[in-house]
């Protein structure tokens, strides 16, 4: 059973367009996670929700909206996508937030932006 | 920003060699991660050592962390060609909120 799955794996896409990434996690965990990581590896945090509550919101164009309908799932949506939003964007989930923890990561959705 | 700066960038070693990865970081944490990423995949967390450890093991897995020089080192025995990824320290101010490093790849030949 896939712990942290993500859909699609890969996206191609024109400039302008809206898409979206959908993320859900089998663990019962309370809090999800999603990252980016761009060419040269470099992963940063952008958004993590716990149950169901955005509680890290970092500097990201307000064009990225994470959705949390419930605490299983994390859905990602992009508006007017640009040429930079091209990246691997990985879902994450951890019991917790309040103590650090393991964090179990999805296989990926690599964006491309054309 | 990065937190954490690996060190090296890139390993190559045999198959049986121990490999030695080392992470530096600039501010006061509550405690550090280490993850594998096999390429195109998702990371997986390999070992959480808190600030107030100085080693941890699991398995062939050797971290030690050193708060006064805010550094932290991944010594991995017995290398096999299946521990082939890049390899990333994580650390975390408060909570789980990670800050990641450029991570080392490490090659290990057959």
């Known amino acids: 059973d896939t712990a942290v799955s993500q859909t699609p794996k890969y996206l191609v896409t024109q400039m302008g367009n809206d898409k979206s990434i959908k993320c859900e996690q089998n663990?019962?965990?309370?809090?999800m996670y999603w990252y980016k990581q761009d060419s040269k590896k470099f992963l940063k945090i952008m958004f993590s929700?716990?149950?169901?509550?955005?509680?890290i919101n970092e500097t990201v164009p307000n064009r990225f909206s994470p959705k949390s309908p419930d605490k299983a799932h994390l859905n990602l949506h992009i508006n007017s996508l640009e040429l930079g939003d091209s990246a691997v964007y990985f879902c994450?989930?951890?019991?917790?937030?309040?103590?650090?923890?393991?964090?179990?990561f999805g296989p990926g959705t690599r964006l491309t932006v054309l | 920003s990065q937190q954490g700066e690996e060190d090296p960038q890139a390993l190559s070693i045999q198959e049986g060699e121990n490999a030695t990865m080392n992470c530096s970081y600039k501010?006061?944490?509550?405690?550090l991660q280490w993850y594998r990423q096999n390429s195109g995949r998702g990371l997986v967390h390999l070992i959480l050592?808190?600030?107030?450890?100085r080693e941890k093991h699991s398995g062939r897995l050797r971290v030690t962390l050193d708060t006064s020089k805010k550094s932290s080192s991944l010594l991995i025995t017995a290398s096999r060609a299946a521990d082939t990824a890049s390899y990333f320290c994580?650390?975390?101010?408060?909570?789980?909120?990670?800050?990641f490093g450029a991570g080392t790849i490490l090659r290990v030949k057959s």
């Open positions: 994450a989930s951890s019991q917790a937030f309040i103590q650090a923890d393991t964090q179990y």
């Open positions: 663990l019962g965990h309370d809090t």
């Open positions: 929700y716990n149950n169901k509550e955005l509680i």
């Open positions: 501010t006061s944490i509550n405690n």
């Open positions: 050592i808190r600030s107030n450890e």
């Open positions: 994580a650390t975390s101010e408060y909570g789980n909120k990670l800050v």
